[in-house]
Protein backbone atom coordinates (compact mmCIF):
# COMPACT_ATOMS: atom_id res chain seq x y z
CA UNK A 1 0.00 0.00 0.00
CA UNK A 2 2.53 2.03 1.37
CA UNK A 3 4.29 1.67 -2.37
CA UNK A 4 1.25 3.18 -4.18
CA UNK A 5 1.13 6.44 -1.98
CA UNK A 6 3.91 8.37 -4.14
CA UNK A 7 2.54 7.74 -7.24
CA UNK A 8 -0.39 8.84 -5.72
CA UNK A 9 0.92 12.00 -4.60
CA UNK A 10 2.45 12.66 -7.32
CA UNK A 11 -1.07 11.91 -9.68
CA UNK A 12 -2.72 14.34 -7.35
CA UNK A 13 -0.47 17.12 -7.86
CA UNK A 14 0.04 16.81 -11.11
CA UNK A 15 -3.87 16.97 -11.73
CA UNK A 16 -4.36 20.22 -11.25
CA UNK A 17 -1.76 20.98 -13.72
CA UNK A 18 -3.80 19.14 -16.20
CA UNK A 19 -7.30 20.05 -15.13
CA UNK A 20 -6.65 24.35 -14.37
CA UNK A 21 -3.96 25.24 -16.79
CA UNK A 22 -6.04 25.36 -19.47
CA UNK A 23 -8.88 27.65 -17.45
CA UNK A 24 -6.50 30.13 -16.11
CA UNK A 25 -5.99 32.97 -18.21
CA UNK A 26 -3.54 35.73 -18.33
CA UNK A 27 -4.90 39.33 -18.47
CA UNK A 28 -3.27 42.44 -20.30
CA UNK A 29 -4.58 46.04 -20.38
CA UNK A 30 -2.75 48.33 -23.11
CA UNK A 31 -2.54 52.27 -22.86
CA UNK A 32 -0.88 54.33 -24.89
CA UNK A 33 -0.94 58.70 -25.06
CA UNK A 34 -0.73 60.68 -27.77
CA UNK A 35 -0.97 64.53 -28.20
CA UNK A 36 -3.78 65.65 -31.05
CA UNK A 37 -2.77 68.67 -32.87
CA UNK A 38 -4.89 71.01 -34.19
CA UNK A 39 -3.64 73.73 -36.44
CA UNK A 40 -4.17 77.66 -36.27
CA UNK A 41 -4.44 79.24 -39.33
CA UNK A 42 -3.91 82.85 -40.60
CA UNK A 43 -4.43 84.45 -44.00
CA UNK A 44 -1.02 85.08 -46.60
CA UNK A 45 -1.76 88.59 -45.53
CA UNK A 46 -1.85 88.07 -42.15
CA UNK A 47 1.58 85.95 -42.01
CA UNK A 48 3.83 88.25 -44.26
CA UNK A 49 2.56 91.42 -42.46
CA UNK A 50 4.09 89.14 -39.26
CA UNK A 51 7.82 88.59 -40.94
CA UNK A 52 9.63 91.14 -39.57
CA UNK A 53 11.89 91.74 -36.12
CA UNK A 54 9.56 90.82 -33.57
CA UNK A 55 10.66 90.78 -30.03
CA UNK A 56 12.88 87.95 -28.91
CA UNK A 57 11.02 84.58 -27.85
CA UNK A 58 12.75 81.78 -25.47
CA UNK A 59 14.35 78.91 -28.19
CA UNK A 60 12.20 75.86 -27.99
CA UNK A 61 13.28 73.50 -30.84
CA UNK A 62 16.09 75.15 -33.00
CA UNK A 63 17.21 74.01 -36.04
CA UNK A 64 19.96 75.20 -38.22
CA UNK A 65 22.04 77.97 -37.80
CA UNK A 66 23.81 80.74 -40.04
CA UNK A 67 26.76 83.02 -38.84
CA UNK A 68 26.53 86.65 -40.57
CA UNK A 69 29.01 89.23 -38.97
CA UNK A 70 28.62 89.43 -35.73
CA UNK A 71 24.93 88.11 -35.29
CA UNK A 72 23.87 84.88 -35.64
CA UNK A 73 20.99 83.63 -37.37
CA UNK A 74 18.70 80.41 -35.51
CA UNK A 75 16.10 78.74 -36.87
CA UNK A 76 12.93 77.89 -34.68
CA UNK A 77 11.61 74.90 -36.82
CA UNK A 78 8.49 75.82 -38.11
CA UNK A 79 8.46 79.22 -36.77
CA UNK A 80 10.77 81.28 -37.60
CA UNK A 81 14.23 82.94 -37.17
CA UNK A 82 15.93 83.83 -33.68
CA UNK A 83 18.32 86.65 -34.21
CA UNK A 84 21.49 86.84 -31.68
CA UNK A 85 23.94 89.39 -30.98
CA UNK A 86 27.27 87.57 -30.99
CA UNK A 87 29.39 90.80 -30.37
CA UNK A 88 30.78 89.05 -27.33
CA UNK A 89 30.89 85.36 -27.78
CA UNK A 90 31.42 85.17 -23.75
CA UNK A 91 27.41 86.39 -23.78
CA UNK A 92 25.51 86.53 -26.77
CA UNK A 93 22.28 88.50 -26.85
CA UNK A 94 19.00 86.66 -28.32
CA UNK A 95 17.91 90.21 -29.38
CA UNK A 96 14.75 89.28 -31.89
CA UNK A 97 12.75 86.94 -33.70
CA UNK A 98 11.51 86.55 -37.52
CA UNK A 99 7.99 84.96 -37.34
CA UNK A 100 8.58 82.44 -40.49
CA UNK A 101 5.70 80.20 -39.98
CA UNK A 102 6.76 76.69 -42.02
CA UNK A 103 10.69 77.75 -41.92
CA UNK A 104 13.38 75.51 -41.86
CA UNK A 105 16.31 76.48 -43.54
CA UNK A 106 18.24 79.77 -44.74
CA UNK A 107 21.06 80.97 -46.12
CA UNK A 108 22.72 84.78 -46.22
CA UNK A 109 24.06 86.64 -49.26
CA UNK A 110 25.34 90.27 -48.27
CA UNK A 111 22.43 92.08 -46.71
CA UNK A 112 19.41 89.47 -47.82
CA UNK A 113 18.40 86.42 -45.58
CA UNK A 114 16.70 83.85 -47.80
CA UNK A 115 14.36 81.35 -45.82
CA UNK A 116 11.22 78.71 -46.85
CA UNK A 117 8.27 79.36 -45.64
CA UNK A 118 6.06 75.59 -46.68
CA UNK A 119 6.36 75.77 -50.15
CA UNK A 120 7.61 79.82 -50.68
CA UNK A 121 10.70 80.84 -50.18
CA UNK A 122 11.10 84.28 -48.81
CA UNK A 123 13.90 87.43 -49.02
CA UNK A 124 14.31 89.15 -46.02
CA UNK A 125 16.54 92.58 -45.75
CA UNK A 126 18.74 92.19 -42.44
CA UNK A 127 20.98 95.36 -43.21
CA UNK A 128 20.22 96.05 -39.90
CA UNK A 129 19.95 92.61 -37.84
CA UNK A 130 17.53 93.89 -35.26
CA UNK A 131 15.25 95.04 -37.87
CA UNK A 132 14.16 92.92 -40.66
CA UNK A 133 11.86 93.73 -43.45
CA UNK A 134 10.42 91.42 -45.90
CA UNK A 135 11.36 91.97 -49.72
CA UNK A 136 9.77 89.31 -51.69
CA UNK A 137 7.79 85.91 -51.79
CA UNK A 138 8.69 83.35 -54.58
CA UNK A 139 5.27 81.38 -54.60
CA UNK A 140 5.72 77.59 -54.93
CA UNK A 141 8.83 76.77 -55.48
CA UNK A 142 9.42 74.04 -52.66
CA UNK A 143 7.72 71.15 -52.51
CA UNK A 144 4.14 70.77 -50.72
CA UNK A 145 4.63 69.50 -47.48
CA UNK A 146 2.45 66.14 -46.82
CA UNK A 147 1.77 65.03 -43.47
CA UNK A 148 1.00 61.31 -41.97
CA UNK A 149 -2.60 59.76 -41.83
CA UNK A 150 -5.17 61.44 -43.49
CA UNK A 151 -4.32 65.20 -42.30
CA UNK A 152 -4.10 67.66 -45.29
CA UNK A 153 -3.93 71.32 -44.91
CA UNK A 154 -5.97 73.84 -45.95
CA UNK A 155 -3.64 75.25 -49.13
CA UNK A 156 -5.30 78.42 -48.75
CA UNK A 157 -4.25 79.78 -45.73
CA UNK A 158 -0.92 79.36 -43.92
CA UNK A 159 -0.30 77.22 -40.52
CA UNK A 160 1.19 79.32 -37.80
CA UNK A 161 0.61 77.28 -35.08
CA UNK A 162 -0.53 74.24 -33.05
CA UNK A 163 -3.16 73.68 -30.53
CA UNK A 164 -2.33 70.64 -28.48
CA UNK A 165 -4.56 68.20 -26.28
CA UNK A 166 -3.03 65.26 -24.54
CA UNK A 167 -5.07 62.18 -24.04
CA UNK A 168 -4.37 59.01 -22.88
CA UNK A 169 -6.72 55.96 -23.68
CA UNK A 170 -6.31 52.56 -21.67
CA UNK A 171 -7.70 49.22 -22.98
CA UNK A 172 -7.22 45.36 -23.38
CA UNK A 173 -4.65 44.29 -25.45
CA UNK A 174 -5.45 43.03 -28.61
CA UNK A 175 -8.03 46.07 -29.48
CA UNK A 176 -6.15 48.59 -31.90
CA UNK A 177 -6.25 52.22 -30.56
CA UNK A 178 -8.68 54.75 -32.70
CA UNK A 179 -6.92 57.95 -32.68
CA UNK A 180 -5.70 58.26 -35.81
CA UNK A 181 -5.51 61.99 -37.48
CA UNK A 182 -7.93 62.70 -39.67
CA UNK A 183 -8.26 65.82 -41.99
CA UNK A 184 -8.58 68.32 -38.63
CA UNK A 185 -6.01 67.40 -36.87
CA UNK A 186 -2.89 65.52 -36.17
CA UNK A 187 -2.39 62.56 -33.37
CA UNK A 188 1.23 62.19 -31.93
CA UNK A 189 2.19 60.03 -29.23
CA UNK A 190 3.16 62.23 -26.74
CA UNK A 191 4.91 59.95 -24.43
CA UNK A 192 8.60 58.86 -25.99
CA UNK A 193 11.69 60.61 -26.09
CA UNK A 194 11.82 64.57 -25.89
CA UNK A 195 9.97 65.06 -29.41
CA UNK A 196 7.01 66.47 -28.23
CA UNK A 197 7.82 69.63 -26.35
CA UNK A 198 5.30 72.73 -25.70
CA UNK A 199 4.09 74.50 -28.00
CA UNK A 200 6.02 72.41 -31.09
CA UNK A 201 4.67 71.42 -34.50
CA UNK A 202 4.25 67.46 -35.21
CA UNK A 203 7.08 65.66 -36.81
CA UNK A 204 6.22 63.24 -39.61
CA UNK A 205 5.76 65.78 -42.53
CA UNK A 206 7.97 65.57 -45.40
CA UNK A 207 8.93 67.67 -48.70
CA UNK A 208 9.89 71.17 -47.78
CA UNK A 209 12.89 70.48 -45.74
CA UNK A 210 15.00 72.60 -47.80
CA UNK A 211 18.71 73.00 -47.12
CA UNK A 212 20.26 75.86 -49.04
CA UNK A 213 23.81 76.94 -49.56
CA UNK A 214 24.82 80.19 -51.79
CA UNK A 215 27.95 80.61 -54.29
CA UNK A 216 28.41 83.44 -55.76
CA UNK A 217 25.24 84.60 -57.49
CA UNK A 218 23.37 81.43 -56.91
CA UNK A 219 21.42 79.89 -54.17
CA UNK A 220 20.78 76.00 -54.07
CA UNK A 221 18.37 74.58 -52.34
CA UNK A 222 17.85 70.70 -51.96
CA UNK A 223 14.74 68.98 -51.26
CA UNK A 224 14.50 65.28 -50.79
CA UNK A 225 14.80 64.51 -54.51
CA UNK A 226 16.14 67.70 -56.64
CA UNK A 227 18.10 70.39 -56.46
CA UNK A 228 16.86 73.63 -56.88
CA UNK A 229 18.66 77.14 -58.25
CA UNK A 230 17.77 80.64 -57.72
CA UNK A 231 19.47 83.36 -59.49
CA UNK A 232 20.29 86.16 -56.98
CA UNK A 233 22.30 88.37 -59.02
CA UNK A 234 19.75 90.83 -57.81
CA UNK A 235 19.44 89.76 -54.08
CA UNK A 236 16.33 91.24 -53.56
CA UNK A 237 14.43 89.29 -56.22
CA UNK A 238 15.78 85.58 -56.36
CA UNK A 239 14.28 84.27 -59.69
CA UNK A 240 13.96 80.59 -59.95
CA UNK A 241 16.08 79.06 -62.36
CA UNK A 242 16.29 75.48 -63.07
CA UNK A 243 15.40 72.01 -61.14
CA UNK A 244 18.01 68.98 -61.90
CA UNK A 245 16.63 65.45 -60.00
CA UNK A 246 19.71 63.86 -58.15
CA UNK A 247 17.93 61.08 -57.09
CA UNK A 248 16.58 60.34 -53.36
CA UNK A 249 17.10 60.61 -49.86
CA UNK A 250 18.95 63.92 -50.09
CA UNK A 251 20.09 65.27 -47.11
CA UNK A 252 22.35 67.97 -47.18
CA UNK A 253 24.54 70.32 -49.45
CA UNK A 254 28.22 71.66 -49.11
CA UNK A 255 29.73 74.09 -51.89
CA UNK A 256 33.51 74.07 -52.09
CA UNK A 257 35.06 76.20 -55.03
CA UNK A 258 32.82 74.90 -58.24
CA UNK A 259 31.27 71.96 -57.09
CA UNK A 260 28.74 71.16 -54.95
CA UNK A 261 28.84 68.06 -52.79
CA UNK A 262 25.44 66.57 -51.75
CA UNK A 263 24.74 64.33 -49.21
CA UNK A 264 22.12 61.70 -49.59
CA UNK A 265 20.86 58.62 -47.77
CA UNK A 266 22.82 56.40 -50.12
CA UNK A 267 26.13 57.94 -50.75
CA UNK A 268 27.54 61.52 -51.97
CA UNK A 269 27.23 63.03 -55.10
CA UNK A 270 29.37 65.77 -56.63
CA UNK A 271 28.10 68.55 -59.03
CA UNK A 272 29.75 70.56 -61.00
CA UNK A 273 28.18 74.38 -61.14
CA UNK A 274 30.57 75.64 -63.79
CA UNK A 275 27.92 76.37 -65.37
CA UNK A 276 25.56 78.01 -62.66
CA UNK A 277 22.32 77.43 -63.82
CA UNK A 278 23.25 73.94 -65.16
CA UNK A 279 24.43 71.91 -62.34
CA UNK A 280 26.13 68.33 -63.66
CA UNK A 281 26.76 65.27 -61.83
CA UNK A 282 30.76 64.79 -62.18
CA UNK A 283 31.34 62.27 -59.53
CA UNK A 284 29.53 60.10 -56.81
CA UNK A 285 30.88 57.56 -53.98
CA UNK A 286 28.17 55.48 -52.72
CA UNK A 287 28.14 53.41 -49.30
CA UNK A 288 25.49 51.89 -47.21
CA UNK A 289 22.46 53.37 -46.26
CA UNK A 290 22.92 56.00 -43.71
CA UNK A 291 22.49 59.63 -43.01
CA UNK A 292 25.60 61.61 -44.05
CA UNK A 293 26.66 65.58 -43.92
CA UNK A 294 29.59 66.06 -46.07
CA UNK A 295 32.60 69.11 -45.59
CA UNK A 296 35.08 69.40 -48.26
CA UNK A 297 38.71 70.96 -49.23
CA UNK A 298 40.86 71.29 -51.72
CA UNK A 299 41.70 67.37 -51.97
CA UNK A 300 39.65 65.56 -49.09
CA UNK A 301 36.13 64.93 -48.62
CA UNK A 302 35.06 63.81 -45.40
CA UNK A 303 31.62 62.08 -45.08
CA UNK A 304 29.72 61.24 -41.46
CA UNK A 305 27.54 58.41 -41.69
CA UNK A 306 25.51 57.42 -38.88
CA UNK A 307 22.34 54.82 -37.79
CA UNK A 308 18.79 55.20 -36.81
CA UNK A 309 16.06 57.78 -36.90
CA UNK A 310 15.53 58.57 -40.39
CA UNK A 311 18.69 57.53 -41.48
CA UNK A 312 17.55 53.71 -41.67
CA UNK A 313 21.59 53.04 -41.60
CA UNK A 314 23.81 50.59 -39.23
CA UNK A 315 27.14 52.79 -39.55
CA UNK A 316 28.44 55.38 -37.57
CA UNK A 317 31.33 56.57 -39.03
CA UNK A 318 33.61 58.92 -40.55
CA UNK A 319 34.82 58.00 -44.34
CA UNK A 320 37.46 59.88 -45.48
CA UNK A 321 37.43 60.34 -49.41
CA UNK A 322 40.16 61.83 -51.74
CA UNK A 323 38.42 63.44 -54.21
CA UNK A 324 41.10 62.80 -57.59
CA UNK A 325 40.06 65.65 -59.68
CA UNK A 326 36.41 65.55 -58.16
CA UNK A 327 35.46 62.67 -60.69
CA UNK A 328 36.59 59.68 -59.28
CA UNK A 329 36.24 60.40 -55.17
CA UNK A 330 38.12 56.93 -53.69
CA UNK A 331 38.13 55.97 -49.72
CA UNK A 332 41.31 57.12 -47.77
CA UNK A 333 40.34 55.64 -44.63
CA UNK A 334 37.29 54.62 -42.11
CA UNK A 335 37.00 56.33 -38.60
CA UNK A 336 34.54 54.71 -36.35
CA UNK A 337 32.24 56.99 -34.25
CA UNK A 338 28.77 56.57 -32.06
CA UNK A 339 26.50 58.62 -33.53
CA UNK A 340 28.06 61.43 -35.55
CA UNK A 341 25.98 64.41 -37.48
CA UNK A 342 27.14 67.87 -38.64
CA UNK A 343 30.83 68.22 -38.46
CA UNK A 344 33.13 71.40 -39.62
CA UNK A 345 36.50 71.66 -40.53
CA UNK A 346 39.22 74.85 -39.55
CA UNK A 347 43.10 74.50 -40.89
CA UNK A 348 43.52 71.25 -39.46
CA UNK A 349 41.06 70.96 -36.79
CA UNK A 350 37.76 68.58 -37.96
CA UNK A 351 34.80 68.80 -35.14
CA UNK A 352 32.24 66.31 -35.17
CA UNK A 353 29.49 66.13 -33.05
CA UNK A 354 28.90 62.43 -32.04
CA UNK A 355 25.35 62.62 -31.01
CA UNK A 356 25.06 61.86 -27.04
CA UNK A 357 29.14 61.48 -27.18
CA UNK A 358 29.40 64.99 -27.27
CA UNK A 359 31.75 66.93 -29.58
CA UNK A 360 35.02 65.59 -30.56
CA UNK A 361 37.95 67.66 -32.26
CA UNK A 362 40.64 66.03 -34.75
CA UNK A 363 43.35 67.03 -35.98
CA UNK A 364 43.29 66.29 -39.48
CA UNK A 365 46.56 67.25 -40.91
CA UNK A 366 46.88 63.81 -42.29
CA UNK A 367 43.47 62.78 -43.58
CA UNK A 368 44.86 58.91 -43.09
CA UNK A 369 46.06 59.57 -39.93
CA UNK A 370 43.13 61.88 -38.34
CA UNK A 371 43.42 60.93 -34.08
CA UNK A 372 41.54 62.64 -31.66
CA UNK A 373 42.63 65.72 -29.53
CA UNK A 374 39.65 66.67 -27.60
CA UNK A 375 36.23 65.02 -26.78
CA UNK A 376 34.03 67.27 -25.17
CA UNK A 377 31.55 65.21 -23.14
CA UNK A 378 27.99 65.33 -20.94
CA UNK A 379 25.98 67.07 -23.92
CA UNK A 380 24.46 65.62 -27.20
CA UNK A 381 25.83 67.51 -29.87
CA UNK A 382 23.56 68.14 -33.71
CA UNK A 383 25.77 70.49 -35.32
CA UNK A 384 28.81 72.52 -35.38
CA UNK A 385 30.27 75.74 -37.17
CA UNK A 386 34.02 76.56 -36.40
CA UNK A 387 35.15 79.46 -37.68
CA UNK A 388 37.73 82.28 -36.91
CA UNK A 389 38.66 80.19 -33.21
CA UNK A 390 35.19 80.08 -31.93
CA UNK A 391 33.31 77.09 -32.39
CA UNK A 392 29.32 77.03 -32.45
CA UNK A 393 28.05 74.10 -31.13
CA UNK A 394 23.75 73.43 -31.48
CA UNK A 395 22.94 70.38 -28.74
CA UNK A 396 19.83 69.19 -27.23
CA UNK A 397 19.85 71.13 -24.38
CA UNK A 398 21.59 74.78 -25.95
CA UNK A 399 23.39 76.45 -28.12
CA UNK A 400 27.26 76.09 -26.92
CA UNK A 401 30.02 78.51 -28.11
CA UNK A 402 33.77 77.04 -27.54
CA UNK A 403 36.53 79.21 -27.88
CA UNK A 404 39.83 76.70 -30.22
CA UNK A 405 42.02 79.57 -30.03
CA UNK A 406 44.42 76.49 -27.92
CA UNK A 407 43.00 73.65 -29.58
CA UNK A 408 44.58 71.12 -26.20
CA UNK A 409 42.36 73.70 -24.17
CA UNK A 410 39.28 74.12 -25.43
CA UNK A 411 37.35 76.52 -23.56
CA UNK A 412 33.74 77.34 -23.14
CA UNK A 413 32.70 80.48 -23.53
CA UNK A 414 28.67 81.02 -23.62
CA UNK A 415 25.48 78.80 -23.76
CA UNK A 416 22.42 79.64 -24.55
CA UNK A 417 19.90 77.63 -22.86
CA UNK A 418 16.70 76.06 -24.71
CA UNK A 419 13.39 76.02 -23.34
CA UNK A 420 12.67 72.20 -23.67
CA UNK B 1 19.81 45.31 -8.03
CA UNK B 2 22.50 42.74 -7.96
CA UNK B 3 23.91 43.58 -4.97
CA UNK B 4 20.45 42.88 -3.21
CA UNK B 5 20.35 39.78 -5.03
CA UNK B 6 23.52 38.44 -3.60
CA UNK B 7 23.25 39.52 -0.35
CA UNK B 8 19.47 37.60 -0.44
CA UNK B 9 21.07 34.36 -2.11
CA UNK B 10 23.77 34.65 1.00
CA UNK B 11 21.20 34.95 3.73
CA UNK B 12 19.50 31.73 2.21
CA UNK B 13 22.48 30.05 1.30
CA UNK B 14 24.50 30.11 4.91
CA UNK B 15 21.99 27.81 6.43
CA UNK B 16 22.14 25.03 4.00
CA UNK B 17 25.97 25.33 4.91
CA UNK B 18 25.50 25.46 8.46
CA UNK B 19 23.46 22.86 8.55
CA UNK B 20 25.86 20.69 7.49
CA UNK B 21 27.95 21.56 10.47
CA UNK B 22 25.64 20.16 12.89
CA UNK B 23 25.10 17.70 15.47
CA UNK B 24 23.34 14.18 14.85
CA UNK B 25 21.81 14.31 18.76
CA UNK B 26 19.55 17.33 18.75
CA UNK B 27 15.90 17.23 19.17
CA UNK B 28 13.86 19.80 17.71
CA UNK B 29 13.59 21.99 14.27
CA UNK B 30 14.39 26.05 14.67
CA UNK B 31 15.40 26.62 11.16
CA UNK B 32 14.60 25.23 7.62
CA UNK B 33 15.91 25.85 4.58
CA UNK B 34 14.46 25.15 1.15
CA UNK B 35 15.36 24.63 -2.81
CA UNK B 36 13.14 24.29 -5.20
CA UNK B 37 12.80 23.45 -8.97
CA UNK B 38 10.02 22.59 -11.02
CA UNK B 39 7.89 23.56 -14.09
CA UNK B 40 5.16 26.38 -14.46
CA UNK B 41 1.99 26.09 -16.70
CA UNK B 42 -0.42 28.73 -18.15
CA UNK B 43 -1.80 30.53 -21.40
CA UNK B 44 1.65 31.71 -21.79
CA UNK B 45 3.34 28.06 -22.17
CA UNK B 46 5.58 26.32 -19.68
CA UNK B 47 8.34 27.85 -18.33
CA UNK B 48 10.63 26.72 -15.54
CA UNK B 49 11.06 27.90 -11.81
CA UNK B 50 13.48 27.63 -9.27
CA UNK B 51 13.82 29.40 -6.26
CA UNK B 52 15.66 29.03 -2.50
CA UNK B 53 13.97 30.33 0.61
CA UNK B 54 15.26 30.36 4.76
CA UNK B 55 13.80 31.25 7.94
CA UNK B 56 12.30 29.88 11.56
CA UNK B 57 9.95 27.42 12.64
CA UNK B 58 7.54 27.42 15.17
CA UNK B 59 5.05 24.61 16.03
CA UNK B 60 3.53 23.80 12.76
CA UNK B 61 4.04 27.10 11.24
CA UNK B 62 7.38 27.84 9.20
CA UNK B 63 7.81 31.97 8.23
CA UNK B 64 10.96 33.14 6.18
CA UNK B 65 12.33 34.75 2.99
CA UNK B 66 13.12 33.59 -0.32
CA UNK B 67 14.33 34.26 -3.99
CA UNK B 68 15.00 33.01 -7.10
CA UNK B 69 13.94 33.09 -10.71
CA UNK B 70 10.70 32.82 -12.49
CA UNK B 71 10.14 31.98 -16.10
CA UNK B 72 6.69 32.54 -16.83
CA UNK B 73 6.38 34.63 -19.82
CA UNK B 74 9.27 37.20 -18.54
CA UNK B 75 12.43 36.34 -16.77
CA UNK B 76 12.07 37.63 -13.17
CA UNK B 77 13.34 37.31 -9.67
CA UNK B 78 10.89 37.11 -6.73
CA UNK B 79 11.75 38.43 -3.51
CA UNK B 80 9.20 37.38 -1.10
CA UNK B 81 8.08 36.44 1.96
CA UNK B 82 7.53 32.66 2.97
CA UNK B 83 4.59 31.16 4.79
CA UNK B 84 4.09 28.01 5.97
CA UNK B 85 1.64 25.69 7.77
CA UNK B 86 1.88 22.05 8.70
CA UNK B 87 -0.52 19.63 9.14
CA UNK B 88 -1.51 16.17 9.02
CA UNK B 89 -0.59 13.65 12.31
CA UNK B 90 3.27 13.30 10.86
CA UNK B 91 3.03 16.72 9.01
CA UNK B 92 2.91 15.14 5.79
CA UNK B 93 0.74 17.62 4.58
CA UNK B 94 1.73 21.38 4.01
CA UNK B 95 0.27 24.84 2.29
CA UNK B 96 2.33 27.74 1.68
CA UNK B 97 1.88 30.84 0.70
CA UNK B 98 4.61 33.42 -0.85
CA UNK B 99 3.94 37.14 -1.24
CA UNK B 100 6.19 39.62 -2.07
CA UNK B 101 7.97 41.91 -5.04
CA UNK B 102 9.41 40.42 -8.36
CA UNK B 103 12.05 41.96 -10.76
CA UNK B 104 12.10 41.52 -14.01
CA UNK B 105 15.05 41.87 -16.78
CA UNK B 106 15.87 45.21 -17.20
CA UNK B 107 15.45 46.98 -20.81
CA UNK B 108 16.68 45.90 -24.26
CA UNK B 109 17.14 47.96 -27.20
CA UNK B 110 15.99 46.41 -30.71
CA UNK B 111 15.87 47.84 -34.16
CA UNK B 112 12.66 47.75 -36.79
CA UNK B 113 13.78 48.20 -39.94
CA UNK B 114 16.58 50.16 -38.42
CA UNK B 115 14.46 52.41 -36.59
CA UNK B 116 15.56 52.10 -32.83
CA UNK B 117 13.18 51.02 -29.99
CA UNK B 118 13.67 49.84 -26.55
CA UNK B 119 12.42 47.88 -24.62
CA UNK B 120 11.81 47.32 -20.62
CA UNK B 121 9.97 45.70 -18.01
CA UNK B 122 8.86 46.98 -14.36
CA UNK B 123 8.20 44.49 -11.14
CA UNK B 124 5.44 44.35 -9.53
CA UNK B 125 3.51 42.20 -6.84
CA UNK B 126 3.97 38.15 -6.55
CA UNK B 127 2.35 35.45 -5.60
CA UNK B 128 2.53 32.07 -5.09
CA UNK B 129 -0.22 29.83 -2.48
CA UNK B 130 0.16 26.16 -2.68
CA UNK B 131 -0.40 22.70 -1.29
CA UNK B 132 1.80 19.17 -1.38
CA UNK B 133 3.18 16.68 0.31
CA UNK B 134 5.80 15.83 2.28
CA UNK B 135 8.24 12.80 2.10
CA UNK B 136 11.44 12.03 4.99
CA UNK B 137 13.92 11.30 3.05
CA UNK B 138 15.81 11.25 6.77
CA UNK B 139 15.78 13.14 9.99
CA UNK B 140 16.83 16.43 8.97
CA UNK B 141 16.23 16.22 4.97
CA UNK B 142 12.77 15.91 3.35
CA UNK B 143 11.20 15.93 0.17
CA UNK B 144 8.38 17.96 -0.90
CA UNK B 145 6.14 17.52 -3.39
CA UNK B 146 3.39 20.65 -4.33
CA UNK B 147 1.05 22.52 -6.32
CA UNK B 148 0.31 25.88 -6.38
CA UNK B 149 -1.36 29.56 -8.07
CA UNK B 150 0.98 31.86 -8.90
CA UNK B 151 0.57 35.69 -9.65
CA UNK B 152 2.98 38.22 -11.22
CA UNK B 153 2.49 41.70 -12.34
CA UNK B 154 4.64 42.56 -14.85
CA UNK B 155 4.50 46.22 -16.81
CA UNK B 156 5.95 46.02 -20.56
CA UNK B 157 6.74 49.57 -22.18
CA UNK B 158 7.74 49.34 -25.76
CA UNK B 159 9.02 52.37 -27.15
CA UNK B 160 9.19 53.18 -31.06
CA UNK B 161 11.20 55.98 -32.37
CA UNK B 162 10.34 57.43 -35.71
CA UNK B 163 12.51 59.66 -38.35
CA UNK B 164 12.94 62.95 -37.89
CA UNK B 165 15.29 65.17 -39.59
CA UNK B 166 16.34 67.25 -36.65
CA UNK B 167 16.78 65.66 -33.11
CA UNK B 168 15.63 64.53 -30.71
CA UNK B 169 13.70 62.17 -32.44
CA UNK B 170 9.34 61.76 -31.31
CA UNK B 171 8.89 57.74 -30.54
CA UNK B 172 5.68 55.88 -29.70
CA UNK B 173 5.15 54.25 -26.58
CA UNK B 174 2.94 51.51 -25.57
CA UNK B 175 2.53 50.17 -21.72
CA UNK B 176 1.24 46.92 -21.40
CA UNK B 177 0.55 45.51 -17.60
CA UNK B 178 -0.16 42.08 -17.57
CA UNK B 179 -1.84 40.14 -14.99
CA UNK B 180 -0.30 36.58 -15.12
CA UNK B 181 -2.05 33.70 -13.73
CA UNK B 182 -0.54 30.17 -13.70
CA UNK B 183 -0.05 27.06 -12.04
CA UNK B 184 3.14 25.41 -11.05
CA UNK B 185 4.31 22.04 -9.89
CA UNK B 186 7.54 21.49 -8.07
CA UNK B 187 9.52 19.40 -6.46
CA UNK B 188 11.48 21.00 -2.99
CA UNK B 189 14.82 19.52 -1.00
CA UNK B 190 13.62 21.15 2.90
CA UNK B 191 16.26 20.55 5.32
CA UNK B 192 15.55 21.20 9.09
CA UNK B 193 18.43 22.43 11.57
CA UNK B 194 19.73 24.02 14.54
CA UNK B 195 18.24 21.34 17.26
CA UNK B 196 18.59 22.10 20.52
Not at chain 1, 191 to 205: E, L, Q, R
Not at chain 1, 239 to 253: A, F, H, N, Q, R
Not at chain 1, 278 to 294: A, I, N, W, Y
Amino acid sequence: MKKLLFPFYILVTILPMIIFSGCIKDTCRQSRSYTMYVPVYKTNEEVRLNIKSNSAKEMERPGKLFIKGHYIFLNEIDKGIHVIDNSNPASPRNVSFIDIPGNVDLAVKGSILYADMYTDMVALDISDPENVSLKKVVQGVFPYRYYDSGFAMDSSKVIVDWVTRDTTITEDCGNSFEFWSNENALAFSSDAGGSNTKSSSPYGMGGSMARFSIVQDRLYTVSDEDLTVFNIQNAIDPLYTSKVDVGWGIETIYPFKNNLFIGSTSGMFIYDISNADQPKLTGKFGHVQSCDPVIADDQYAYVTLRSGTECQGFTNQLEVLKLNGITDPALVKIYTLTNPHGLSKDGDLLFICDGSDGLKVFNAATPSNIYLIKHLTGLTTYDVIAWNQKAIVSASDGLYQYDYSNPNEIRLLSKINYNR
Amino acid sequence: MRQIIQVLVLIMVIPFVACTQEKENSKSNHFYSLASAGYLFGESGVFPVAQISSGISFKNFKLGIGGGYDGYRYNSFPVFADLRLDFGKRKKFFGYLNSGYHFPKGEETFDIWSYPGTEKWEGGLYADAGLGFRFKLGEKHNLLLSSSYNYKKVRHIKTYIFPCLVPPCPGDVYTYDYGLNYISTRLTWEINYLKK
